[in-house]
């Protein structure tokens, strides 16, 4: 058997292992399974998982990173499976390894994110530096996982897994309704149903947190109303479009709607807002 920490990857029959209850991957762990599958049928593991021993066992494992790829060895019929075993692992440990590796590659479903991240947002003393570090998710990303798994209803959360809604626009609605989850999940659902821009989005949030005892209906209304908007065209280097596209595929936002908080945040840093 390995040591404490093994350096190599050792097989693992998949018999012996079982899914951790640290493994933030709730939801879509098949999804294109197939594909994965066929991959390492062709070119065989590239990167073993990652397990630890179960507690007062010597042969039995929980899996920490790696769901789809021990799915995909057991769509495929094979009995065993390279693996790191690192049994000196802590349940954060656990829980930051198997975020970060799911953020970090195929889409997770937002609401798994959204429990995970806050999990290790409080386990850190609501230290937005420290899931940072840890996570490598961005500052705004933390805050929005944050803000979606205390504040947003059932129902809403139900939606992300369903993939009726995007994370954004629930934490645009949680903002715009200050609070008030009913108002939010109003807004959610006519912001789907008008199909409001990223403009009208933004509106949304400015009116929602300027009047506040305005209802969900009036907020959208307003947002869906013309307005008069000056553009600024500015010629961009290689190297500011290729930061601006990587914003833009981090965050899912527009690249008018990212410049535009840049320019704001900017402005305010140098005394002119």
């Known amino acids: 058997m390995a040591k404490e920490k093994s350096r190599e ?81 802590s349940e954060d440990d656990e829980l930051i390894k198997s975020l970060v590796e799911n953020v970090h590659r195929v889409e997770i479903n937002p609401a798994d994110a959204a429990r995970a991240t806050t999990a290790l947002y409080k386990r850190f003393d609501k230290n937005v530096e420290k899931v940072k570090k840890v996570s490598g998710l961005s500052k705004r990303r933390i805050e929005q996982y944050v803000d979606i798994e205390e504040l947003a209803s059932p129902a809403t959360k139900r939606k992300l897994k369903q993939g009726d809604v995007k994370p954004q626009d629930v934490q645009r609605a949680i903002r715009a309704a200050q609070g008030n989850m009913t108002k939010a999940d109003e807004m959610l659902e006519m ?49 500011l479009r290729d930061g601006l596209q990587r914003a ?13 908080e840049a320019l704001e945040e900017w402005l305010k840093k140098n005394g002119y807002l």
Request: aromatic share 6%; net charge positive.
């Open 191 to 239: 912001m789907k149903k008008y199909e409001l821009d990223k403009y009208q989005k933004g509106r949304l949030v400015e009116y929602g947190e300027e009047h506040p005892t305005w209802s969900a209906t009036k907020i959208v209304r307003e947002s869906l109303k013309p307005v008069i908007e000056r553009s600024v065209v500015v010629p961009l280097s290689p190297k």
């Open 248 to 260: 833009v595929d981090m965050y899912h936002k527009g690249p008018d709607e990212i410049a535009v």
């Open 9 to 89: 990857a050792i097989p693992i029959e998949l018999s012996k292992i079982e899914i951790s209850e640290q493994n933030v991957r709730k939801e879509g762990a098949e999804q294109e399974l197939d594909e994965l599958a066929e991959s390492i049928k062709a070119v065989g593991l590239i990167n073993p998982i990652l397990v630890k021993r179960k507690s007062g066992a010597k042969d039995e494992f929980e899996l920490i990173v790696g769901q789809r790829r021990y799915l995909a060895h057991k769509k495929l019929g094979r009995k065993f499976i390279l693996a790191f075993v690192d049994d000196r692992m």
